[in-house]
């Protein structure tokens, strides 16, 4: 049956809840890594047996991607920390936001503030940084959204090792397809709506929230903008909007069915000023057209006075069949669906404020 793993990072460590295949009942432990900000963690299934990871920063020592090979039970380190800049960059890792396994066995990926992606072959035991990208002309150009400057989304192709996306807030979307020795902007028709009218939509600088790519229909993406939910079917070449039916633009997480590429989750939020569910009713929008229709998801059963966000990270599906769908909120509970957003119901609640949320059967 297996077992599956949620892990919830807070602004005060993390969480696991262990259920098997059901989903029905949690047991919980925690915190780990107590009064660590959590912004990043990755169940990598690959290998002889799961690897968690975990990109923890402590406000004295630093950042450092910690790994488990025993479920969470014991958790080592990288001496001197897992990702670093050289030195000639003169830069400082303040974050590890991105963690994410790679088309090849051993690789994973890890996006950092100030905005770089790192690339390990060992699992997560070190990083090297991709310097064509740390180097692209644009990147002086890149600004802060309000949360900070990061790259929040790596998308490595699922067939094509030589092939990854990334994103950004603020500078966009950015694709490489020859291994990492150059990247472009990959932005077409997704909009910057914080720009002065002539500039609404340009080559780079959008702040794009985050991005999902569907495993079995790599070319199949979407993308939650800071105002605009978009589609491409050309692998990021060009981007349209399928926001038409939601009751905002505005959110941070997207999430597709592992299942099926047609199937795309999203959590609306009312805008960028009042950073909540509209009229603060917690609802998570689902399209099984690809996003030419949505349907409100919750009714009745996921709260209706929820004035809080749900963040870029903080939204996920695990493998199962049905598909089981998790958010947490910056209030600290978290929400789960096994019937792939049918039904819900509160598995923890009164952590700290969520961060990210990853699930995975094991």
């Known amino acids: ?21 059901s989903r029905a009942e949690w047991a919980w432990s925690g915190p780990h890594f107590a009064m660590e900000e959590v912004y990043s963690c990755l169940v990598d299934t690959r290998g002889p047996q799961p690897r968690l990871l975990v990109g ?3 406000s004295w020592l630093g950042p450092q991607v910690w790994r488990s090979d025993d479920l969470g039970e014991t958790w080592q380190e990288t001496p001197n920390g897992a990702v670093r800049f050289p030195e000639d960059t003169g830069a400082t890792v303040s974050r590890v936001w991105q963690l994410q396994p790679g088309a090849e066995d051993g690789v994973v990926w890890a996006g950092t503030e100030p905005g770089a992606v790192f690339r390990s072959v060992d699992r997560g035991e070190t990083f090297s940084l991709e310097r064509a990208l740390w180097d692209h002309p644009h990147r002086p150009q890149w600004n802060a959204g309000f949360g900070g400057q990061a790259f929040h989304t790596i ?16 500078g966009g979307v950015y694709r490489t ?16 709506e914080f720009m002065p009218g002539d500039r609404h939509y340009p080559e780079f600088g959008q702040c794009v929230h985050k991005v999902a790519r569907h495993p079995a ?15 491409s079917d050309d692998g990021g070449d060009s981007w349209f909007s399928i926001a038409d039916g939601l009751p905002s633009e505005f959110g941070f997480p997207i999430v597709v069915d592992p299942h099926d590429p047609e199937t795309v989750y999203v959590f609306p939020i009312d805008d ?13 929008w689902r399209s099984r057209s690809g996003g030419e229709d949505w349907e409100p998801l919750g009714e009745g059963m996921l709260p209706d006075d929820f004035f809080v966000a749900v963040m870029r990270d903080a939204m996920c599906v695990d493998s199962g069949e049905p598909t089981g769908l998790y958010f947490g909120g910056r209030n600290g509970a978290v929400h789960a669906s096994a019937d792939g957003g049918s039904s819900w119901r509160e598995i923890v609640r009164d952590l700290p404020d969520v961060l990210v949320v990853r699930a995975a059967t094991v």
């Open 1 to 21: 049956m297996g077992t599956t793993l949620v892990l919830v990072g807070t602004r005060k460590g993390l969480w696991i809840g262990r259920s098997d295949a």
């Open 177 to 192: 397809s020859d291994g990492g020795a150059s990247w472009w902007p990959s932005n077409e028709g997704i909009k910057a």
């Open 56 to 58: 923890a920063s402590s």
């Open 155 to 170: 998308l490595p192709h699922p067939t094509d090792p030589r092939a990854v996306l990334a994103a950004i807030s603020t």
């Open 217 to 231: 229909a790599p070319d199949r993406l979407y993308l939650q903008n800071h105002g605009g939910v978009y589609r």
């Open 272 to 284: 960028a000023g009042a950073r909540w569910p509209v009229d603060g009713h917690a609802r998570v």
